[in-house]
């Protein structure tokens, strides 16, 4: 888990808007799981954030101070603009943000309409291909990214079963998200309560924690399943890497197909998805729920309401 002791606060000269340059105010923080990874001293699809790093995260601000035509003062954005307050962007920091459009909210920028609700999109249409009547499983289901998923795998005709931490949980994405069960893995046998609640078994599993649930559904998997690996957050805390999952064989036996993805790998198509999002919610299709922690310096604890699952929904830190 994260630790006070990772951090230090710092305070320093908001910078001038050199040439090409701009100020945003940031306003909030969005924590996701991969933070764990990305200061991990390891090779991955993004260099890890070094000691003395301002931490790396997903920000929406307003921008205050402006060299650049294209960030012009007051336009709302959101980037990769880090733990900070203030954050300088464009010119040649390396640093980039994206004008929001009009009317779109800084919350919905770092949920349903950023980078959560896209993974969910492409994960789930793209990598996992549902057809109408298939069966998806989501775990996760309360989360960020899950309640998306699965969220889309009922407007798209599929029956989808949750797998979350607790019975509320559960309630919540049965009764008011719409999913036709949800199993809360905490008190029930996942791999027999798969077999109940997908009576002809599991096209698409929508991974989201890896571990033991992925485990059970490779048990639940029909013939020709995709498994959509989009994380596995059981293991980001882990010093050590476990043994993979036990029914592995079954990958080989009912000619599944594995495939894990970036959200990034589809920056070409981001606003395909966000205007599909944004369709689907004009429409009462899709509900979106942010859970906002307050206060900056809240962040190195609220970040790990993700590993203990306190979060329910897209985890935001307002400064
Ligand atoms: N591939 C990509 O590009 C991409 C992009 C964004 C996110 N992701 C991945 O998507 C997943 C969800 O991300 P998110 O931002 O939406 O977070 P989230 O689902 O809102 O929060 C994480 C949730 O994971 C569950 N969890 C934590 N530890 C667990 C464990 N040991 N076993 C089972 N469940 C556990 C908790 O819910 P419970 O109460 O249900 O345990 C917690 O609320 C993560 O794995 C993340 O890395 C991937």
């Known amino acids: 888990m994260f630790t006070d002791s990772c951090f230090e606060v710092i305070e320093a000269r908001v910078p001038e808007p050199g040439d090409g340059e701009a100020v945003v105010k940031v306003e909030y923080l969005s924590l996701d799981p991969a933070m764990r990874g990305w200061v991990r001293d390891e090779r991955s699809y ?13 920000a929406a601000g307003h921008v205050v ?18 733990w900070q307050e203030h954050a300088l962007i464009g010119g040649n920091t390396g640093a980039m943000a994206n004008v929001l459009p009009e009317g779109i909210h800084l919350l919905d920028s770092l949920s349903i309409f950023g980078s959560t609700g896209i993974t969910a999109y492409f ?7 549902p057809k109408e009547g298939d069966t998806i499983v989501v775990s996760g289901a309360a989360g960020g990214v899950g309640s998306i998923a699965g969220q889309i795998g009922k407007i798209v005709g599929c029956r989808v079963v949750g797998i979350a931490g607790t019975k509320e949980k559960c309630s919540w ?7 036709d069960a949800c199993i809360d893995y905490r008190t029930e046998n996942v791999a027999d309560a798969l077999a109940d609640n997908c009576p ?48 592995i064989t079954n990958i080989v036996k009912r000619r599944l197909r594995m495939q894990g993805f970036i959200v990034i790998d589809f920056w070409a198509r981001f606003a395909e998805a966000a205007m599909q999002l944004a369709v689907w919610a004009g429409e009462g299709k899709l509900k ?32």
Do not use: W
């Open 288 to 319: 979106n729920r942010v859970q906002v922690v307050d206060g900056f310096l809240s962040a190195p604890t609220a970040v790990n309401m993700l590993f203990t699952g306190a979060n329910t929904g897209k985890l935001v830190v307002k400064l």
């Open 173 to 179: 994405v049965v009764d008011e998200l719409g999913f």
């Open 46 to 58: 993004l260099p890890p954030v070094q000691l003395g790093d301002v931490m790396r995260s997903g």
């Open 65 to 82: 101070a402006s060299n650049n035509p294209e960030l012009p003062v007051g336009a709302a954005v959101m980037g990769m603009l880090g």
């Open 123 to 129: 994960g789930l249409l793209d990598i996992g291909q």
């Open 200 to 247: 002809n078994g599991v096209d698409v599993y929508f991974d989201n924690v890896g571990g033991d649930i992925l485990d059970a559904a490779l048990q639940n998997m029909n013939d020709f399943g995709r498994i959509v690996a989009c994380g596995m957050i059981s293991r980001y805390n882990d010093a050590d890497p476990e043994p993979g999952p036990r029914h």
